[in-house]
């Protein structure tokens, strides 16, 4: 079955840090999205994309964040200058049409910043 | 009012049983549906997806939506110790891209 894989797993990183997360969509999908998770806590929207552009975004996902589709398959985020409050799961979504249809999620990577 | 209420739990039930879960909502321009279940440390997955008000089964789950009283209710039959996960309450606001998730139910199936 067709699934989302997101790589690392898990990731340590330094306060200040850039990281890059990875993600492999379901490869006939469209829309691509980023969650989070912080401990304990709901998951929420960062942001979604579509051909090539961000189509919606949250509040989270200020100028510290930006997502590339650098080729066909891969689908990244990336945090410029990592803070002690951007450790969460994140997780990568993708859907074959936009809003409103089945949303199918990675398994997430753990960000964990010290 | 948060927009989506979701009963954190933990609800704990014998094996073999019907388990109830329900989400509220208070924003009538909700229009699709979903159940995820997550173990731990996991990602989401995806249980079930309705978009209409009425009754949706799928094996031992079946989904519920009265959109009327703005409630969706997620029925686990025969309850196994293996559906001991969060579930997750999601839904899509019309005319945007994201989901709104609700807190989560943390459900223990005692074998």
């Known amino acids: 079955e067709p699934e989302v894989t997101q790589t690392p797993s898990h990731q340590v990183t330094q306060m200040g840090q850039e990281v890059i997360l990875r993600c492999v969509p379901i490869?006939?999908?469209?829309?691509f999205y980023w969650y989070r998770q912080i401990l304990g806590q709901k998951v929420e929207f960062l942001v979604s994309f579509y051909n090539n552009e961000i189509s919606e975004k949250s509040e989270i996902f200020d100028d510290q964040f930006s997502v590339e589709r650098p080729d066909g398959s891969n689908f990244t985020l990336k945090i410029r200058s990592t803070k002690l409050e951007d450790s969460a799961m994140y997780f990568c979504?993708?859907?074959?049409?936009?809003?409103?249809?089945?949303?199918?999620f990675g398994q997430g990577t753990r960000l964990t910043v010290v | 009012q948060k927009e989506v209420e979701q009963d954190p739990g933990p609800l704990s039930v014998p094996e073999g049983a019907i388990v109830s879960l329900n989400c509220t909502y208070s924003?009538?321009?909700?229009?699709?549906f979903m159940w995820y279940r997550q173990y731990s440390r996991k990602g989401p997955e995806l249980l079930m997806y309705t978009y209409s008000s009425g009754n949706k089964e799928d094996g031992r789950f079946t989904a519920q939506v009265d959109k009327s009283s703005k409630y969706i209710s997620l029925f686990i039959r025969d309850s196994q110790p293996s559906d001991s996960a969060t579930y997750l309450c999601?839904?899509?606001?019309?005319?945007?891209?994201?989901?709104?998730f609700g807190t989560g139910t943390r459900l223990k199936v005692l074998a």
């Open positions: 999601a839904m899509n606001l019309a005319g945007t891209y994201k989901y709104i």
């Open positions: 924003n009538s321009a909700f229009q699709y």
């Open positions: 979504a993708s859907t074959f049409m936009g809003a409103g249809t089945e949303a199918f």
């Open positions: 490869s006939n999908h469209l829309y």
